[in-house]
């Protein structure tokens, strides 16, 4: 244990009762025996994939557990203090004051009745440390560290004043202002796009230099975690999997599951070129929601050929998820067509034919709420095979078991519900009620931006090994570069409502590029030791250039 650090944590043990039902109440043990240091000005990054313990672990250095779970064993010493024999009155000074927190979630973290900077200061002028006038001062002074615009006026503003990387930049500098000891990063850029990821990250990095502040820095973003941090903690199950130098650990990672995690996304997918009439084509598409004046889509036009991929990237608000609905029919546009298997589909969802909703299938980001809770698997995936083939019995059953193990599931899985199911299961059953259609096009919106890598990487290698037994075609709705790269044929690069770049993967990811998709794929956090200061520098060289 070393005298200089801000946290010791020694043989940290953390539970949970948990309530299976029809059964006894049992108590589970969820972290097991952690043990780290962690010095002043540096950050330790906590990688692993959900239910490792990462977000758990955090809270615990402010001597809190959510939701039911227990601290129940160990040490955990901030500033030379054991916080967990601490009186409560104690813990009230430590968190906002010693201790802060940054969720990943800036928009549901702010209180959206109440100006920024009055969120920003609160903490700091309860726990005594400023005034209320000298808490605003160095509020100001952190929102221009972090580089937010008008940092005079930005905190007069409310949250749905800012865009979503700005206010995940005040949710930081309401960390900071408190002046703490130990600031806890819990996934904050997870939820941003790759473009405004690479400032936030910087201006985190540049603040903790800055101040001084020790960080965790929780993430399952290898490549993330790698241009913040000093050491790296890898941990799986409760448990330490790997602890050393980011170095060590991005170059020269000793355990087989740390491998893995470096080497994700190692798809090798090459691009088919297109033989036949395409499957979709989008026609010269301008489209705008109910009640507004502007459109969100510009002529756009796309084509989708069988058996292959097409992605459609960019930031949030480029339109992505825009053009999904018009081709779902959620979205009538105001003007252009859609033209699907050989036929002009009509703009409006509800008049469409059942032929046109069977071979039109989606899949959705959230798996959470795309099920019925209260059903089984079996009754999810048996849904749309007595509503559009009407099987039923031995025959429907048979069918279910087949595509259970399309998915890698297996019978077993037929009775149990979305609860019992991993964020990876649950995707994959959605991925076989879509293929229960027999669709000939899934669109798939974000289906693996809240799986962790590891997931993610096998559901991505499912989707391609069904596309070559099932010559389904794909429209893949992402910002993740990684993932375009890992599963497309064709890409087209959205900006504004408009395809700013289109055409084969070798093509579109080739230069020259128009200045935003170089933009855009410049972002992608590189599994290399430097690499966001690089990519800082290049902007700046160029934005003196111009």
């Known amino acids: 244990m070393t005298d200089t650090a801000v946290l010791k944590v020694r043989d940290l043990k953390i539970g949970a009762t948990i309530y299976p039902p029809g059964e006894k109440p049992h108590e589970i043990e969820i972290v097991h025996g952690i043990s780290f240091d ?13 239910g490792a313990g990462k977000s758990t672990i955090g809270l615990a250095s402010m001597a809190y557990g ?9 040490e955990v010493w901030v500033n030379g203090r054991d916080i967990l024999q601490s009186r409560h009155s104690d813990i009230r000074k430590l968190r906002g004051g010693e201790v802060t927190y940054v969720s990943q979630s800036a928009a549901a973290s702010f209180n959206p009745a109440r100006t920024i900077m009055e969120q920003v200061v609160e903490a700091a002028v309860e726990q005594g440390k400023f005034s209320r006038r000298d808490a605003e001062g160095r509020a100001r002074e952190l929102f221009a560290k972090l580089g937010l615009p008008d940092p005079d006026n930005i905190g007069a503003r409310y949250p749905h004043q800012v865009s979503g990387g700005q206010l995940q930049r005040c949710m930081t500098a309401l960390a900071l202002c408190p002046e703490p000891d130990l600031v806890v990063f819990d996934e904050p850029t997870t939820a941003l796009d790759v473009t405004t990821q690479i400032d936030v990250l910087m201006a985190i990095k540049e603040a903790i230099r800055d101040t001084g502040v020790a960080a965790l820095y929780i ?9 913040v941090s000093d050491d790296i903690m890898v941990l799986r199950h409760g448990d330490t999997v790997e602890y050393g130098p980011v170095d060590q650990i991005i170059n020269t990672p000793q355990e087989e599951y740390t491998q893995a995690l470096v080497s994700v996304r190692s798809i090798d997918h090459e691009e088919k070129a297109p033989t036949e009439e395409p499957v979709l084509s989008v026609r010269n598409i301008t489209a705008r929601y109910k009640g507004t004046k502007f459109d969100v889509l510009h002529n756009v036009n796309v084509d989708l050929y069988p058996g292959q991929t097409l992605a459609v990237v960019g930031e949030s608000g480029s339109g992505k998820s825009t ?13 252009g067509e859609i033209h699907f298997a050989g036929r002009t589909l009509t703009p409006d969802f509800n008049a469409r034919s059942r032929e046109d909703l069977r071979e039109l299938q989606m899949i959705y980001q959230m798996a959470d709420v795309a099920m019925n809770p209260r059903q089984t698997v079996g ?3 048996g849904r749309p095979l007595e509503f559009y083939f009407g099987l039923r019995g031995a025959k429907k ?17 037929m009775d149990r519900y979305p609860a019992e199911l ?3 299961q649950k995707q994959r059953v959605c991925i076989a009620r879509a293929l229960a259609a027999k669709p000939k096009m899934i669109i798939c919106d974000e289906v693996t931006s809240a799986l962790d890598p590891l997931v993610a990487d096998g559901i991505l290698k499912l989707l391609l090994n069904l596309q070559k037994i099932e010559d389904v075609a794909y429209l893949f709705i992402t910002h993740d570069l990684a993932t375009v790269r890992a599963i497309a044929d064709n890409i087209a690069v959205m900006y504004k409502g408009k395809v700013q770049r289109y055409g084969q993967k070798s093509q579109v990811l080739s230069p020259p590029f128009d200045d935003y998709t170089d933009l855009l794929l410049s972002s ?10 690089e990519v800082i520098a290049h902007r700046k060289m160029e934005s003196a250039g111009n």
Do not use: C, N, Y
């Open 422 to 424: 991993s964020g990876g």
């Open 66 to 74: 959510r939701g039911g779970v227990e601290i129940t064993g160990g």
């Open 219 to 227: 993430t399952h973003d290898l490549a993330v975690v790698a241009q």
């Open 38 to 50: 962690l010095e002043p000005g540096k950050v330790l990054g906590l990688i692993g994939e959900s």
């Open 397 to 413: 059953r048979q069918r279910i078991i087949e595509l259970l193990d399309e998915i890698e599931l297996g019978e077993s899985f």
């Open 323 to 335: 053009l999904a609905r018009v081709i779902t029919g959620l979205l009538p546009p105001r003007e």
């Open 524 to 533: 992608v956090p590189e599994m290399k030791i430097g690499w966001l200061e």
């Open 379 to 381: 009754t999810i995936i």
